[in-house]
């Protein structure tokens, strides 16, 4: 069985200059196509408390409004022929165990394990998520909240194990009761069409549909990433939200303030990392 391995400081700055390769380069392809992005997540706490990378973070996120995210699927898909950057998003052809679109970069290799038994380009990755409109009433975004745990489920093919025995039970069953992977498909488009019926642009409220259940629960203003606004990054200037300190307080409360020493560490459990190695 093969174990988690521990990367070192010296290490993890090495990845994170690597990362930082993608960024630059998904940057400059949106510019091309004049598509709105924003860092997301720990990438802007890491912008305004560090002017970059967070010290012990091993990853890059980036949000799109949802008509800027599908658009760039299809751009990239009909005009992006490098082969040192892929987008992987799982559709009819291919299948990621992620329900977000991923960069990733194939002059490394690094393997997630929980991506260790999927059959696509272990590389570099960098996360792209849309971001949706939130309906006005409670009964509709209650059910906008359904399907997305419907479309999640059936995407990724993952039993949610962190929201209790009963969550779990239920996500078991309905795999079981569909194990063809086609039918499952038909399922997630179905709940997908119906979770992002609410336009980003129109809608007081927007809300990360395909982050977990924890951030689809959040409702951010719209107002708050109505138009971005550019920060240091590693040296360079990179967009983020207008109102980066709403969202940031909504989604992790008091950003400025440094978590405990123990939880200072990289978040995802790596089985492989070679920075030197092409992953095909």
Same mark, same amino acid.
């Given at each position: 069985?093969?174990?988690?391995?521990?990367?070192?400081?010296?290490?993890?700055?090495?990845?994170?200059?690597?990362?930082?390769?993608?960024?630059?380069?998904?940057?400059?392809?949106?510019?091309?196509?004049?598509?709105?992005?924003?860092?997301?997540?720990?990438?802007?706490? &890491?912008?305004?408390?560090?002017? &970059?990378?967070?010290?012990?973070?091993?990853?890059?996120?980036?949000?799109?409004?949802?008509?800027?995210?599908?658009?760039?699927?299809?751009?990239?898909?009909?005009?992006?022929?490098?082969?040192?950057?892929?987008?992987?998003?799982?559709?009819?052809?291919?299948?990621? &165990?992620?329900?977000?679109?991923?960069?990733?970069?194939?002059?490394?290799?690094?393997?997630?394990?929980?991506?260790?038994?999927?059959?696509?380009?272990? &590389?570099?990755?960098?996360?792209?998520?849309?971001?949706?409109?939130?309906?006005?009433?409670?009964?509709?975004?209650?059910?906008?909240?359904?399907?997305?745990?419907?479309?999640?489920?059936?995407?990724?093919?993952?039993?949610?194990?962190?929201?209790?025995?009963?969550?779990?039970?239920?996500?078991?069953?309905?795999?079981?009761?569909?194990?063809?992977?086609?039918?499952?498909?038909?399922?997630?488009?179905?709940?997908?069409?119906?979770?992002?019926?609410?336009?980003?642009?129109?809608?007081?409220?927007?809300?990360?549909?395909?982050?977990?259940?924890?951030?689809?629960?959040?409702?951010?203003?719209?107002?708050?990433?109505?138009?971005?606004?550019?920060?240091?990054?590693?040296?360079?200037?990179?967009?983020?939200?207008?109102?980066?300190?709403?969202?940031?307080?909504?989604?992790?409360?008091?950003?400025?303030?440094?978590?405990?020493?123990?939880?200072?560490?990289?978040?995802?459990?790596?089985?492989?990392?070679?920075?030197?190695?092409?992953?095909?």
């Amino acid at each position: 069985m093969s174990e988690i391995i521990h990367i070192d400081r010296e290490t993890l700055r090495q990845l994170q200059q690597k990362e930082l390769e993608s960024l630059i380069y998904f940057d400059k392809f949106c510019k091309e196509y004049e598509l709105k992005y924003f860092l997301l997540g720990g990438c802007v706490i &890491g912008a305004i408390r560090h002017n &970059g990378f967070i010290p012990w973070d091993d990853d890059i996120d980036v949000m799109m409004p949802r008509r800027d995210y599908e658009r760039m699927l299809r751009l990239w898909k009909t005009y992006e022929s490098n082969e040192r950057f892929l987008m992987l998003n799982t559709d009819g052809d291919t299948f990621t &165990g992620n329900c977000f679109a991923t960069l990733v970069d194939t002059s490394a290799t690094m393997v997630k394990e929980n991506q260790k038994d999927i059959d696509v380009p272990h &590389g570099i990755v960098t996360d792209v998520f849309p971001l949706d409109g939130c309906p006005d009433g409670k009964l509709q975004r209650y059910m906008q909240y359904y399907h997305a745990m419907m479309y999640s489920l059936y995407m990724t093919e993952v039993v949610p194990t962190n929201h209790g025995k009963f969550v779990k039970l239920i996500g078991s069953i309905l795999l079981k009761l569909v194990p063809s992977r086609q039918r499952r498909t038909k399922i997630w488009k179905k709940h997908e069409r119906k979770m992002t019926r609410y336009s980003f642009n129109t809608h007081e409220k927007c809300t990360e549909l395909c982050a977990g259940p924890h951030y689809m629960m959040n409702e951010y203003p719209q107002r708050a990433f109505a138009d971005v606004i550019y920060h240091d990054f590693e040296g360079m200037q990179f967009p983020i939200p207008q109102g980066y300190d709403t969202y940031l307080k909504m989604a992790f409360g008091n950003y400025m303030e440094l978590p405990p020493e123990d939880k200072q560490v990289p978040h995802h459990d790596l089985l492989a990392l070679d920075l030197n190695k092409p992953c095909r």
